[in-house]
């Protein structure tokens, strides 16, 4: 049975960091677009009085959540229900000194029985919207074979992922979490593993990122971003997965280059430089973080700061 969401205690990740490299201790006007548990924005408020924060989720529970402390931060504090690809419109006209995007899942969503455990009694859902779009359970017990392969493939589910959206259609149909997991674990039986991860874990993540469309979403951010930051603002973006990662840095790389490229780059060319990379590799978590708080441990910060002079 799942936890209350009220039980979950999310701890925000790489806190002290964000506030550093958003540089909210001087106040400002910034946009959090994964408002999540709260944590960042609370932090963000509490840094300086004089900061104000847009707070938007697509999750309508975690905006629920929200509000039951927003009131305490009055006018400073705008909760708004809103994906990615609404950047533009959450963000009303206005630019920020910075922007920050925490892209992990927070504990009161895992433990809110729907679905993204594979512990779960619950139904299988893993929408962060639960208003619109197909559930995980509509896409594993209807799609071809062959489209839930590309869904696992794309998510970093490897070599396996074929055999395993084999077994899914074979033993389709799934109604809960732990059908499916029991059906994935069916699936490795008599092949050596170094890991003492569930083999269902990384297969639920794929599966919610692509429920979710995450990877399209970030995209949309990354496209949308220079436009809601100030010159001279930041943009912050915290991944826990290599697809994201990878496409954070590419697109920040394309943002630095100036129209300086190899002769083999097949990113996107930029017109001209509209900033730097603050970190030229992206901050992981300190060891004291990873052992308080062991979900932190697969974090990486990407910092970018806008304008033509840096």
């Not at 299988?124 to 359970?137: K, V």
């Not at 030229?280 to 970018?304: C, H, I, M, Q, Y």
Request: charged share 25%; proline share 4%; glycine share 10%.
């Amino acid at each position: 049975m799942s936890k209350a969401a009220g039980d979950a205690v999310h701890v925000p990740v790489m806190l002290n960091e964000v506030i550093e490299a958003l540089g909210a201790r001087g106040g400002g006007m910034f946009l959090d677009c994964t408002f999540g548990g709260g944590g960042h924005t609370r932090a963000i408020l509490d840094a300086s009085p004089d900061s104000w924060v847009v707070a938007m989720d697509r999750d309508a529970r975690a905006l629920e959540r929200g509000s039951q402390w927003a009131s305490a931060y009055g006018d400073r504090l705008d909760l708004v229900h809103a994906p990615f690809s609404k950047v533009a419109e959450a963000a009303g006209g206005r630019v920020f000194d910075g922007v920050l995007a925490d892209l992990g899942m927070s504990t009161d969503q895992l433990v809110e029985g729907r679905g993204f455990s594979f512990a779960d009694t619950g139904p299988l859902d893993m929408r962060m919207d639960e208003s619109a779009g197909m559930t995980a359970a509509d896409f594993v017990n209807t799609s071809s074979e062959r489209e839930i392969f590309l869904a696992l493939a794309e998510g970093g589910v490897g070599k396996n992922a074929r055999a395993i959206a084999r077994t899914l259609v074979f033993h389709r149909p799934f109604s809960s979490p732990k059908q499916l997991a029991d059906a994935v674990k069916a699936s490795q039986l008599g092949k050596r593993s170094q890991s003492h991860v569930h083999p269902a874990t990384v297969v639920f993540q794929a599966l919610r990122m692509h429920i979710n469309d995450e990877l399209g979403e970030v995209k949309k951010l990354l496209e949308a971003a220079p436009s809601a930051v100030k010159q001279g603002g930041k943009l912050a973006i915290i991944t826990f997965h290599s697809v994201e990662d990878r496409a954070v840095a590419s697109r920040m790389r394309e943002w630095e280059s100036a129209g300086s490229y190899p002769a083999n780059w097949r990113g996107i060319r930029a017109e001209k430089r509209i900033g730097r990379v603050v970190n030229k590799g992206a901050e992981k978590p300190s060891d004291e973080e990873v052992s308080r708080n062991p979900a932190s441990r697969s974090a990486r910060l990407r910092v970018f700061q806008f304008g033509e002079s840096f």
